[in-house]
């Protein structure tokens, strides 16, 4: 668990399925 990432999406994250009772988002580096 990556505690320095929390569960709040960045502006260029997006929304991804919860995994293991956590939610986790994909983030796409521009």
Known sequence: ????????PDPEC???????GSRMFLCIAK
């Open 14 to 20: 997006s929304e991804k399925e919860p995994r293991s």
């Open 1 to 8: 668990m990556d505690r320095e990432k929390s569960h709040v």
